[in-house]
């Protein structure tokens, strides 16, 4: 019983002097690329605490202090760069009851006044009563403009944006579309002000033939259409109920495998990867372990930064850091800061009220 316990020890030590080596070597990377080290990214804003991609959600990362507001882009059918996380409108808007017989259809279907019209804040209420505020009811869908004006509205604070193309293949050219607004706004004369990221390979390699100079992340997924995972069964298929747990036991086909999606991401002009986490807890944000030390090891020494997805737990920061990340994406923006000793210099309620919510 004792042997195992100094086993135990030994064995924390150990990987707490790989993360600090790999912490070193993290900073070097981030520093050349004009990225903060370990980067606080706001995950569709501080949307823990107020509706996801909304107003209320980015204020309240940007005053926190995160690095980078973190958003999603499509595009409206009248050509506008709207931030909206899923393919559809239903989870996050009265949608069914605006459109009915257009509820399912995707976000290119419905031009800016119509995605205006929407009530994008009291499906939050409604799912989180315990986190609900009236005033987020009748929040709005943003415009990568509204966002970009937000980001620019604190002169204390002025995040980043990391920006995601979401589903390409549905928004052809929007690769061009997002480099016309980001220059006709000047972001991008700073180095690091802006990150693009994609699960997609071929957007990510379009991203960096029109905008070179952008860091650029490439997302990591452990099964069809991405890392070949060793079981070639996927969750639908295994008839299990829990898929935190399904997805913590998976684990990539080889080394080798893992390591051509890293190629993948260097071919096409990525800085880094943005690898999932499986969580301590389960939950709907836990999926598949692409942080193993090994692997962050591998990442650097490609060259690649390693920023991590979704992390909004004490228990996950340490186990994520410990093994190498170099940034991380939350919807607990505060706790993050103040885990980092960066903490806010106003709380989280005292920041939606002086926003009037």
């Known amino acids: ?14 990987l707490t002097l790989a993360g600090l080596a790999e912490a070193g070597e993290g900073r070097e990377l981030a520093a050349r690329q004009g990225i903060p080290n370990p980067a606080v990214i706001a995950h569709r804003g501080a949307s823990f605490d107020a509706p996801e991609s909304t107003a209320a959600a980015y ?28 393919d559809n409108l239903q989870r996050t808007s009265d949608v069914a009851r605006r459109f009915p017989e257009r509820k399912g259809s995707p976000v290119s279907a ?13 499906w939050f209420n409604q799912a ?12 709005r869908i943003l415009t990568l403009d509204e966002v970009m004006d937000i980001a620019e509205g604190n002169p204390e604070k002025r995040p980043g944006l990391y920006i995601e193309t979401k589903v390409p293949s549905l928004f052809p050219g929007i690769e061009a579309d997002l480099k016309a607004r980001l220059q006709a706004r000047g972001w991008l004369d700073t180095p690091g002000r802006v990150v693009l990221q994609s699960f997609d390979r071929n957007s990510l390699a379009l991203l960096h033939k029109e905008m070179p100079q952008v860091p650029k992340v490439l997302l990591l997924w452990l099964g069809k ?85 979704t992390v909004d737990e004490k228990v ?18 505060g706790p993050l800061l103040r885990y980092f000793a960066r903490p806010p210099a106003r709380e989280e309620a005292q920041i939606l009220a002086a926003h009037d919510y």
């Open 1 to 14: 019983m004792l042997a195992k316990g100094i086993y135990r020890l030994c064995g924390l030590a150990l």
């Open 59 to 86: 204020l309240l990362a940007r005053d926190l202090g995160a690095d980078y507001l973190e958003l999603d882009l499509q595009r409206t059918r009248d050509g506008v760069l709207v931030a909206v996380h899923d």
């Open 110 to 122: 419905f031009s800016l006044a119509e995605l205006k019209s929407l009530d994008a804040g009291s």
């Open 128 to 139: 989180y009563p315990e986190r609900a505020r009236a005033a987020f009811a009748g929040l």
């Open 225 to 309: 259409g991405s890392i070949e995972p060793a079981s070639a069964q996927t969750f639908a298929e295994s008839g299990e109920t829990d898929k935190a747990a399904f997805y913590a036991r998976q684990q990539p086909k080889s080394a080798a495998e893992f390591e051509r999606w890293l190629d993948y991401a260097k071919a096409a002009g990525a800085i880094g990867t943005g690898p999932s986490a499986a969580l301590t807890a389960g939950g709907a944000q836990s999926y598949a372990d692409l942080v193993q030390p090994w692997m962050n090891r591998m990442s650097h020494d490609k060259g690649l930064l390693v920023h991590v997805y």
């Open 316 to 333: 996950d920061f340490d186990k994520v850091m410990a093994a190498g990340v170099d940034g991380i994406f939350t919807n607990r923006s």
